[in-house]
């Protein structure tokens, strides 16, 4: 990825509408972030007629957030309201058009989620599902016959649902959890883990009624044979079912639970003939990561996604195809330097669609099951941003969400090579109403003369110079590409003001894998060196920024960074926004959960193996030389970066007498999910860069 050029740039118009007098609209606010309404689970029927959405509101006085079921023609028609008296989330239509969906409508005292369908033609709605437990997800047969269903199940339930479903396992008379030796996970992501409880599939039929029927079958079989989470936690879900094109077997991803489970990254993809048996592993072979299973509509083939290095959560994710007939297995897209996220069959079998990040955008590519060909697909000409959830459909189209840095998701149908029909207005009309950024692509030349790639998103209402934030991506193998996000928004801080800088660093993902591996052993050398020469370009690029009048914030690997540029880059910024940083690589290393992600980042040995790995690029060894102000942000559910790392960094700045605040969330985990708790997240980070930054002319 070579360069000779200093600096390229392109720059991108904005997607949204602007209103006609631009200068007199209000900019947006994190009010208006946070009280936005957002796109949630999409469907279509099975004839690409109809369409079905969630929208969750957010009331402005209270921040209470609801879900609500939409559905309209995906031609022309207007949208309507499904009345669910309930949540609902997860629509999906069966081969008869009706709608299902998750919701915890009230059932006499009973408020538990469920499986409900509902006819869009007559709002006819029934329950398919009164489990003793709650639905987690569910997946219809192709056939409509047949659903499978998921929740936390006790591993020696044959049901969906048994009395002892939730048991801590506590010994007694007190109050403490007890793990016995080989345990596994105590604790994961934001949940201490519960002793015998999985997540697990079990596959129902659907009488004539139209609700389930019988015992059900478990995909996992008999107790002894496997035991693990299926959907994988903490983020598994539909993606990790699937029904055979039959409608008589499942497909499932999930990874033994035992003592090695928090240093594994071996997801298998299981075969369950939903007779009693075990299931088969598919992938036995490979000990590293299987997932996002997709058989194709004849039944002959299972497409899925692979990597090939054990412990390496973020190697490259490999298109392989095996023939479930004769077991013939062949690697389909090893010539393909990027990594699938997601993987869907056309209705006629002859390709596969597939998205991945690709230089800042994340695109659709069509995958030729024969060749292993990769054909790039436009769907949006001239800016493809974010594009998920793809659907394809017999006539060729595609029904899929996108979204980028000035837009949150929208739901677009249409084919490759046209710009796609937006069916939704979640929230394009009322971000017309707010005054537009600017952002803008540039590529520089960074560590080892690598081409590196950034982005700058500013308020388009501002004439003279303005202050400037630079933001560090977690991840690390991560982007700040060109997508939307709730949390960490260029547009809305762009909006304050401010000119935001991303670069995607040594590490960052889109760009092939030998980029993404480059971060390795490197945490504090390539990525810092990335981040310094892109911050110099980009105000070399763009006279509006002030680089003087500057801060830096970011979160996870992003807050890692901020306590490493406190140490080693202590004459830059004026201020530090750091969330859920590390602090301390040793404690880091004996309190997170995930053990295969900080081992595999640190030469793949244990701390006590190789403290020289870990040691060599951890922040607290230069405290000594910190003198930047830090805003510390931190929440005590927290597993993967343990809030104690927030309360050392703060210490060590108040022991040097460094001005320094520190704010602290009880309810939230790794990310700050909550209406009223983002409102706050947003107003102290703001409260912070105004102290330090001056505002310029308008």
């Known amino acids: 990825m070579k360069t000779n050029s200093l600096i390229a740039a392109t720059a991108l118009a904005v997607a949204l509408a602007a209103p006609a007098h631009a200068e007199q609209a209000a900019p947006l606010s994190p009010q208006d972030l946070v009280t ?12 690409g007629n109809m369409i079905a959405y969630v929208v969750t509101t ?10 609500s079921l939409w559905v309209k023609p995906a031609g022309k028609g207007e949208p309507r309201r499904i009345d669910t008296a309930g949540s609902a989330s997860d629509p999906a239509f069966g081969p008869d058009g009706a709608l299902y969906y998750l919701s915890d409508r009230k059932v006499g005292e009973s408020e538990r989620t469920q499986v409900w369908k509902v006819d869009p033609a007559t709002d006819v709605t029934a329950q398919v599902t009164a489990f003793a437990t709650d639905v987690a997800g569910f997946e219809l047969s192709p ?13 020696t339930c044959p049901t969906f649902g048994c009395e002892s479903d939730g048991n801590t396992a506590l010994p007694g008379p007190g109050t403490g959890r007890h793990y016995k030796d080989g345990a596994g996970f105590v604790r994961h992501w934001d949940a201490w883990e519960t002793p015998g409880n999985y997540s697990r599939v079990f596959a129902f039929d659907i009488g004539p009624d139209g609700k389930v029927t019988g015992e059900g079958k478990a995909a996992d079989g008999p107790v002894g044979t496997l035991t693990g989470d299926s959907p994988v936690k903490p983020f598994g879900g539909g993606e990790d079912v699937a029904w055979s094109a039959d409608s008589q077997s499942l497909f499932f991803v999930a990874r033994q639970a035992d003592r090695n489970e928090p240093t594994s990254t071996n997801l298998d993809i299981w075969h369950s003939k939903l007779d009693g048996t075990a299931p088969t592993n598919l992938t036995e072979a490979n000990k590293a990561t299987d997932n996002t299973p997709a058989p194709s509509p004849d039944g002959k083939w299972l497409a899925y996604a692979a990597m090939a290095r054990p412990g390496y959560e973020a190697d490259r994710l490999v298109v392989n195809l095996v023939n479930l007939q004769t077991g013939e297995r062949r690697e389909l897209t090893g010539a393909w330097d990027r990594s699938v996220a997601s993987l869907a069959w056309t209705p006629d079998g002859k ?3 597939a998205t991945a990040e690709d230089v800042l955008d994340t695109p659709a590519f069509r995958i030729d099951p024969a060749s292993g060909k990769v054909t790039r697909l436009v769907l949006n000409p001239g800016r493809e941003g974010h594009v998920g959830n793809v659907v394809p459909l017999k006539d060729g189209r595609l029904l899929y969400t996108r979204d980028t840095i000035d837009a949150p998701a929208e739901l677009y149908i249409g084919k490759p090579g046209k710009g796609g029909t937006r069916l939704t207005d979640v929230a394009t009309t009322a971000l017309s109403q707010r005054a537009p950024v600017v952002t803008q692509r540039f590529s520089f030349k960074g560590a080892d003369g690598d081409t590196v790639w ?27 590409n060109d997508s939307w996000s709730n949390r960490w928004n260029p547009r809305v801080w762009a909006s304050q003001g401010y000119a935001i800088v991303s670069i995607d660093f040594h590490g960052s993902t889109g760009y092939g894998q030998a980029f993404t591996d480059a971060i390795n052993r490197q945490w504090g050398g390539k990525p810092l060196e990335d981040l310094q020469k892109g911050f110099a370009a980009a105000i070399a690029l763009d006279g509006q920024i002030d680089g003087e009048n500057a801060c830096a914030a970011g979160a996870s690997y992003g807050g890692y960074m901020m306590n490493w540029i406190a140490g080693n880059w202590p004459d830059r910024f004026k201020c530090l926004v750091q969330h859920d940083g590390v602090f301390d690589a040793r404690a880091m290393a004996y309190e997170t959960e995930e053990l295969w992600f900080d081992e595999w980042e640190h030469g ?12 060599k690029w951890n922040p607290v060894n230069h405290v000594a030389k910190w003198k930047t102000p830090m805003l510390v942000i931190t929440s005590e559910k927290d597993f993967r970066i343990p809030y104690t790392q927030g309360l050392a960094a703060f210490t060590a700045l108040q022991r040097r007498g460094i001005p320094s605040e520190l704010l602290v969330f009880p309810d939230e985990n790794h990310w700050v999910l909550k209406a009223k708790n983002s409102l706050q997240w947003h107003q102290t980070s703001f409260n912070w860069l105004e102290r330090w930054l001056k505002k310029g002319d308008k």
């Open 604 to 615: 793949g040995h244990p701390y006590y193996e190789a403290p020289e790995e870990f040691e």
């Open 58 to 67: 957010t009331d402005p006085v209270s921040y209470k957030r609801t879900p």
């Open 351 to 353: 390709a596969l669609i």
């Open 143 to 155: 056939d409509g016959k047949r659903i499978a269903v998921w929740g936390d199940i006790a591993r």
């Open 454 to 480: 950034g982005q700058i998103t500013k308020p388009g209402w501002v004439k003279g110079r303005m202050p400037s934030v630079l933001f560090v991506h977690g991840g690390p193998q991560g982007s700040y």
């Open 36 to 47: 936005l309404s957002r796109l949630g689970g999409t469907a279509i029927s099975r004839d």
